[in-house]
């Protein structure tokens, strides 16, 4: 297993519509099933394909508007550090997907509502390791104290998940081109806008939380994100 897949895999953002996913990436809808291993993909963006995950034209109905306006730069140009003793929890809010890991995980490091809202001591420095370690949008990293650089990501396979009212969690690496042409920096997990409304596109940025809601089916199902 690879961080770092084959050049041939990759997410091109199309112009106000879908994603399109080339090579050999898993899909899995959010029921859970796989329902792509290899090829080329068009994934829904606008939120609003009777067909999802994939596209079924409906964003020109709609005249979706999917009009990126993520930074392109490096992630460690953007998160905030905070030191601890034996850990420092690294953040970039503006990609965060509010998937809830690390409030639910360990709130008392993880604080809503209150400045600073990480303390990095109040756990022990393994289990603040595991929380940002199921943290899908890879907002969250951690750094050993003293040291400015980011842990190193554990190798993933490359995956594409549709998450149960949520974005599509990318893992692997998967290289990400915005429709201008331009690379986003290519990172071990991302999460994508799925419902159309992120105000930090292509990636996710919790807007989904508004209401957008996979079908009924889909939400019952065990579906699970694992
Ligand atoms: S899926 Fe999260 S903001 Fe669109």
Not at 28 to 34: K, M, N, S, V, Y
Not at 79 to 96: N, P
Not at 154 to 166: E, N
């Amino acid at each position: 297993m690879s961080d770092r897949p084959d050049e041939a895999v990759s997410i091109s953002v199309t112009e106000n519509g879908p994603y399109m996913v080339e090579g050999a990436v898993e899909i899995r809808d959010a029921l859970g099933e796989t329902v792509s291993e290899e090829g080329k993909a068009f994934l829904c963006r606008c939120g609003r394909s009777s067909n999802k995950p994939f596209c079924d034209g409906t964003h020109k109905k709609v005249g979706f508007d999917g009009t990126e306006t993520a930074d392109k730069g490096p992630i460690a140009d953007r998160r905030d550090a905070y030191e601890g003793e034996e850990v420092t929890i690294l953040d970039d809010r503006s990609v965060c997907a509010h998937a809830g890991e690390c409030t639910d995980g360990l709130p008392a490091v993880w604080k809503l509502g209150v400045e600073p809202w990480i303390d990095p001591n109040a756990a022990p420095a393994d289990e603040i390791r595991a929380v940002i370690g199921r943290c899908p949008s890879g907002a969250l990293g951690y750094a050993e104290p003293g040291s400015g650089e980011a842990a190193e990501e554990k190798p993933m396979s490359p995956a594409v998940k549709a998450l149960v009212d949520g974005p599509y969690r990318v893992r692997g690496g998967i290289p990400v081109r915005s429709a201008d042409g331009e690379a986003y920096e290519v990172r071990g997990r991302q999460t994508l806008c799925r419902c159309g409304g992120s105000s930090n596109k292509p990636f996710c940025d919790g807007t989904h939380w508004k209401g957008f809601k996979d079908p009924d089916e889909a939400s019952r199902g065990p579906a699970g994100n694992e």
